[in-house]
């Protein structure tokens, strides 16, 4: 090769680099804004992440990402809207760790097949549960918390967003393993859980790290454990609830799903994009500071890790005994 020659073609490669992934693939691109439903309130970790990959999956695309938060029921209506769209890849879906848990908490509410009306795209990444408590509690320590609602049993309460929300299930994982009795206290949204919390009506809750981080960082909360099988690295003096309670492990995690019918081109085309976003240095970063990863999965891998969820959150809806009202 020439030595003109070899300007030119670094510029064709680094051109190529820029194109959006459709373009590379030569294959189904869209053609008009892609709407991403996130099926909770703003303000949630599905809406957080949901935003932090929606402005970069832009320029990928050749369109604008737009979120449309669609909350209540759970999730269910969000996702119902997700399922019941053209299959044309145009609607996606943000899903969580409650898409796992929701079809055997709302059996009779859920109108759409978990599992036959999706198709998985990516998994993005995932995050732990954290243990909080108001800072004017005398526990100090996972233990601590342990012994106080041991020694006077039902006493104690505990904030959620609701019946089937994850501070519900991870904080009822929590009692089964340690055998505690302490109050279930829903609301409706993560915020006015915390917000009870801060204000010391209630004294417990365990949300995803990710949305709690800034009031554990203002001193609004004190954080005791998380419930990661590792130690956090935002937080890594502080221990894990297994090293108290072992076997207790409760992670959110997010991804990205497609109504069933997508096609295999747009199912490349997106999982490409999404890939392309989160595997970067600047996106692990926002994610770490939260306090939680990026965890990237393909459609396929994806597609098993959510079944292999199903089946452990399910046991938990089970032996804890709970119902949707």
């Given at each position: 090769?020439?030595?003109?020659?070899?300007?030119?073609?670094?510029?064709?490669?680094?051109?190529?680099?820029?194109?959006?992934?459709?373009?590379?693939?030569?294959?189904?691109?869209?053609?008009?804004?892609?709407?991403?439903?996130?099926?909770?309130?703003?303000?949630?970790?599905?809406?957080?992440?949901?935003?932090?990959?929606?402005?970069?999956?832009?320029?990928?695309?050749?369109?604008?990402?737009?979120?449309?938060?669609?909350?209540?029921?759970?999730?269910?209506?969000?996702?119902?809207?997700?399922?019941?769209?053209?299959?044309?890849?145009?609607?996606?879906?943000?899903?969580?760790?409650?898409?796992?848990?929701?079809?055997?908490?709302?059996?009779?509410?859920?109108?759409?097949?978990?599992?036959?009306?999706?198709?998985?795209?990516?998994?993005?990444?995932?995050?732990?549960?954290?243990?909080?408590?108001?800072?004017?509690?005398?526990?100090?320590?996972?233990?601590?918390?342990?012994?106080?609602?041991?020694?006077?049993?039902?006493?104690?309460?505990?904030?959620?967003?609701?019946?089937?929300?994850?501070?519900?299930?991870?904080?009822?994982?929590?009692?089964?393993?340690?055998?505690?009795?302490?109050?279930?206290?829903?609301?409706?949204?993560?915020?006015?859980?915390?917000?009870?919390?801060?204000?010391?009506?209630t004294q417990v809750t365990m949300g995803s790290l990710l949305q709690l981080v800034p009031h554990i960082q203002g001193n609004r909360l004190?954080?005791?454990?998380?419930?990661?099988?590792?130690?956090?690295?935002?937080?890594?003096?502080?221990?894990?609830?297994?090293?108290?309670?072992?076997?207790?492990?409760?992670?959110?995690?997010?991804?990205?799903?497609?109504?069933?019918?997508?096609?295999?081109?747009?199912?490349?085309?997106?999982?490409?994009?999404?890939?392309?976003?989160?595997?970067?240095?600047?996106?692990?970063?926002?994610?770490?500071?939260?306090?939680?990863?990026?965890?990237?999965?393909?459609?396929?891998?994806?597609?098993?890790?959510?079944?292999?969820?199903?089946?452990?959150?399910?046991?938990?809806?089970?032996?804890?005994?709970?119902?949707?009202?």
């Amino acid at each position: 090769m020439t030595a003109s020659l070899k300007p030119a073609l670094a510029g064709m490669i680094a051109a190529a680099l820029a194109l959006p992934v459709f373009a590379q693939a030569a294959e189904w691109a869209p053609t008009k804004p892609i709407r991403v439903i996130v099926p909770f309130p703003p303000g949630g970790s599905n809406d957080i992440v949901g935003r932090l990959v929606a402005s970069d999956l832009s320029p990928l695309l050749g369109q604008q990402v737009v979120i449309d938060n669609r909350g209540g029921a759970g999730g269910i209506i969000g996702s119902e809207i997700a399922a019941n769209a053209q299959p044309d890849g145009h609607t996606l879906l943000i899903a969580s760790v409650a898409f796992a848990y929701n079809p055997s908490i709302y059996k009779s509410q859920v109108r759409f097949n978990p599992e036959k009306s999706f198709t998985p795209i990516a998994l993005i990444g995932t995050g732990p549960s954290a243990l909080t408590v108001n800072p004017k509690m005398a526990a100090k320590t996972t233990k601590e918390l342990i012994d106080m609602a041991k020694a006077k049993p039902g006493t104690l309460n505990y904030a959620t967003a609701g019946i089937g929300s994850f501070q519900h299930l991870s904080t009822e994982m929590l009692k089964l393993l340690a055998k505690i009795n302490i109050v279930h206290i829903p609301f409706k949204g993560g915020g006015p859980a915390m917000a009870d919390v801060i204000a010391g009506n209630t004294q417990v809750t365990m949300g995803s790290l990710l949305q709690l981080v800034p009031h554990i960082q203002g001193n609004r909360l004190r954080l005791l454990a998380v419930g990661s099988a590792k130690r956090n690295g935002a937080f890594p003096n502080t221990p894990t609830v297994a090293e108290t309670v072992p076997g207790y492990e409760a992670n959110n995690w997010w991804g990205i799903l497609a109504p069933a019918g997508v096609t295999p081109e747009m199912v490349r085309v997106l999982e490409a994009a999404v890939a392309k976003v989160v595997n970067t240095p600047d996106m692990q970063k926002k994610f770490d500071t939260q306090g939680a990863e990026v965890l990237y999965m393909n459609s396929v891998t994806y597609g098993k890790f959510i079944k292999a969820e199903t089946t452990k959150w399910s046991k938990v809806v089970r032996d804890a005994g709970i119902k949707a009202e």
